[in-house]
């Protein structure tokens, strides 16, 4: 990519990077947006997750969880503290929806690179034995979340996105994760994975936003 600026040309112009410099007096005094924009399932005409209402393993059914509704870290909170609601039925809930090693894959399984099921419910299992004997650790203990592919984290490999292993080797208590993944696991969040990332998502992609920016100044 370095080497060869055609395929950089090429590969700025496939991705529409450039398209952005047309559209700038509609884009430059528009207020940024930080909230999630989440279009209910059935509004948008599809159908409710698998699981979802159905009984689910080590507690109540899940039909508490609405499709219609966006789950924050504070109503998982809710939910766990009032025992409505365990970890591990949430991990249940969604495992199947995100593995790519089921037959079919679950419909949302593009999204993640590697889901190592066994850490993922031995995780839960743990967040809900807390609960059952209140010692939570926190607001984020039980809560559900995930890591990109360019954080090193334990039973995973790191590949930024390619064919290739760039998991690092500095190990710090005999494990390999890096700070933000050791902190979060701390407090008890479960990371049910890794997510895919796009081949050009580490450095290259800084280098187009440094691009990018020269272009609209």
């Not at 700025?12 to 947006?33: C, D, M, Q």
């Not at 949430?90 to 399984?109: M, N």
């Not at 993922?120 to 203990?141: N, Q």
């Not at 993944?181 to 440094?210: D, P, T, W, Y």
């Amino acid at each position: 990519m370095e080497w060869f600026g055609f395929i950089r040309r090429q590969s700025w112009k496939n991705a529409g990077f450039g398209s952005l410099v047309n559209i700038r007096e509609h884009i430059e005094h528009t207020e940024p947006r930080f909230d999630p924009t989440v279009f209910p399932l059935e509004a948008a005409g599809g159908s409710k997750p698998n699981n979802l209402g159905d009984e689910a393993e080590d507690g109540p059914p899940l039909a508490v969880l609405s499709p219609q509704k966006k789950y924050s870290v504070a109503h998982y909170r809710s939910l766990f503290l009032s025992g409505e609601l365990t970890p591990l039925n949430v991990v249940h809930a969604i495992l199947p929806l995100i593995r790519r090693d089921t037959s079919p894959p679950g419909q949302h399984s593009v999204a993640w690179f590697d889901v190592q099921v066994d850490l993922v419910i031995k995780a839960a299992e743990a967040s809900t034995l807390r609960y059952k004997e209140k010692r939570s650790l926190g607001p984020l203990d039980g809560v559900p979340t995930a890591v990109k592919d360019d954080f090193d984290m334990e039973g995973y490999i790191t590949s930024l996105g390619s064919m290739n292993d760039y998991t690092g080797q500095e190990l710090i208590d005999g494990k390999i994760d890096t700070w933000t993944v050791r902190k979060i696991e701390e407090q008890g969040a479960i990371i049910l994975g890794k997510l895919s990332m796009h081949e050009f998502g580490m450095g290259e992609l800084l280098k187009s936003l440094s691009f990018l920016q020269s272009l609209l100044r």
